[in-house]
């Protein structure tokens, strides 16, 4: 599975939106990008995923690039409670349960 | 509430005590796993069970034996553990292996003295 590069730690605002980026250079035709993440105390959550179209649910919206070598994950009003660790993993169709957590992006949200 | 339960939330043991840790999901999935999450470390996959048959070892010691009676129920037996082996353990279940999404327990904070 294609390696995934974020940046280790951001702050973000209450109320504001917070745009996670994620890159995944070496992502090949059949791998997707999902979105997890892990609250403390918790186990991880799953939030979103998408192939090469955008993607929107209740919890996020997510935008991959034309080329798909990188993603961002938007989270439109950012609560206290979205203060978490952010795992952006790309998995192979093929290999089919493996997911690979790497160290993830932890988002600290400031009242 | 994730549907995922694992008990004990914290468990304290000493290196000849013998224990297990459980998880129940109540989700009706098919497949199960056993993740281990060390201190400044990713989340490592170390079992899967798909319709209680262990699919994937991944190369874990023999002191931790995983069991999988019915497709709710999985646990992780734990004998002669070591100090380095202190972690949270974390069980996840999928609609079936492979499935889009896994649905995390709360985790099992384990300390091996």
């Known amino acids: 599975d294609a390696k995934t590069t974020q940046p280790p730690s951001m702050d973000c605002a209450e109320g504001r939106a917070a745009n996670l980026p994620c890159n995944h250079s070496?992502?090949?035709?059949?791998?997707?990008v999902y979105w997890y993440r892990q609250i403390h105390s918790q186990g991880p959550q799953y939030i979103i995923h998408?192939?090469?179209n955008n993607e929107t649910n209740e919890m996020a919206s997510l935008i991959i690039t034309e080329d798909r070598k990188s993603s961002t994950l938007i989270l439109p009003h950012a609560t206290l409670r979205d203060t978490a660790v952010y795992y952006c993993?790309?998995?192979?169709?093929?290999?089919?349960?493996?997911?690979?957590f790497g160290a993830g992006t932890t988002v600290t949200v400031r009242a | 509430e994730t549907g995922v339960t694992q008990t004990p939330r914290h468990l304290v043991m000493g290196m000849t005590n013998k224990k297990s840790l459980k998880c129940e999901q109540h989700?009706?999935?098919?497949?199960m796993y056993w993740y281990k999450q060390s201190a400044k470390k990713p989340l490592e996959l170390m079992f899967v069970?798909?319709?209680?048959?262990?699919?994937e070892n991944n190369s874990v010691p023999s002191r931790f034996s995983p069991e999988c009676p019915n497709s709710s129920h999985l646990f992780l037996h734990l004998h002669t553990l070591q100090p380095e082996d202190s972690a949270l353990y974390l069980c996840?279940?999928?609609?079936?292996?492979?499935?889009?999404?896994?649905?995390f327990g709360s985790g099992t904070q384990l300390s091996v003295l």
């Open positions: 996840a279940s999928s609609q079936e292996q492979g499935a889009e999404k896994l649905f």
């Open positions: 989700l009706g999935h098919n497949a």
């Open positions: 993993i790309v998995r192979s169709s093929t290999n089919d349960y493996k997911l690979s």
């Open positions: 069970y798909s319709l209680e048959e262990r699919v």
């Open positions: 998408g192939l090469k």
């Open positions: 070496t992502i090949s035709g059949n791998e997707y």
